[in-house]
């Protein structure tokens, strides 16, 4: 049973607009979250990440926003730019759990268009 | 280095081989991460290690998997009598602390 949800596979965005990607989790242990980029034949790259005490972070054009209540976070990219093409995963990790074990999403791949 | 090495990037193996995957962390980084992911899936833990300790390996999948940091820097990722479902992407990640990770790129493994 998947403890981490994207349940979008794929978005496509045009440039210049925003982009929303969403994530839902079932345990409420989890305290911390992070959002990570992939491109295809790297590993992932961290781009931001919030701790369950807080309900925004914010980074440049790169927002996570947390819902505690409906175990439900989102990252906003405003501007998309096409360099932003590639596939996000959210990741969470439990409070108190293995400080190595992040428990990812399937990814959404995100397309923006020139 | 500037960045986590892996070697190799690519590794085809015959089923039943054994298969040895190399990681270099960032120098000084006292953690380290395994990590297996799967064609279509997010990656999923295997193993972490905070210098030459074996904190968790909950992640591995079956004793065939095996993973050790003797001096603290370099890691090896062993798995034994390769199976099919064995073949996926293997990533390593290091960190200065529990929250920084940089992934290096992946070892690609395919049993065939």
């Known amino acids: 049973d998947q403890q981490v949800k994207q349940n979008s596979p794929s978005l496509s965005v045009q440039e210049g607009r925003i982009s929303i990607l969403n994530c839902d989790y079932t345990n409420s242990m989890f305290d911390y979250f992070l959002w990570y980029k992939k491109y295809p034949a790297e590993g992932p790259t961290f781009l931001i990440s919030i701790s369950s005490i807080k309900d925004k972070n914010e980074d440049g054009r790169f927002t996570v926003f947390l819902n505690k209540s409906a175990k439900h976070l989102s990252l906003h990219i405003v501007p998309s730019q096409p360099g932003d093409s590639a596939v996000y995963f959210c990741a969470a990790r439990a409070e108190g759990g293995s400080q190595g074990n992040l428990i990812f999403g399937k990814g959404t791949k995100l397309s923006v268009k020139p | 280095g500037a960045g986590v090495s892996q070697s190799p990037r690519y590794k085809v193996a015959k089923r039943g081989q054994d298969v040895a995957l190399r990681c270099d962390p960032i120098s000084g980084h006292v953690s380290l991460f395994w990590y297996q992911q799967a064609l279509g899936q997010g990656p999923e833990f295997l193993t972490y290690f905070q210098n030459e300790a074996q904190l968790d390996k909950s992640g591995l999948p079956s004793d065939r998997f095996f993973a050790e940091r003797p001096e603290g820097s370099v890691s090896t990722l062993k798995i034994q009598r390769t199976q099919q479902e064995d073949s996926a992407v293997y990533l390593c990640?290091?960190?200065?602390?529990?929250?920084?990770?940089?992934f290096g790129s992946g070892t690609r493994l395919t049993v065939v």
């Open positions: 990640a290091s960190s200065p602390d529990s929250y920084g990770y940089t």
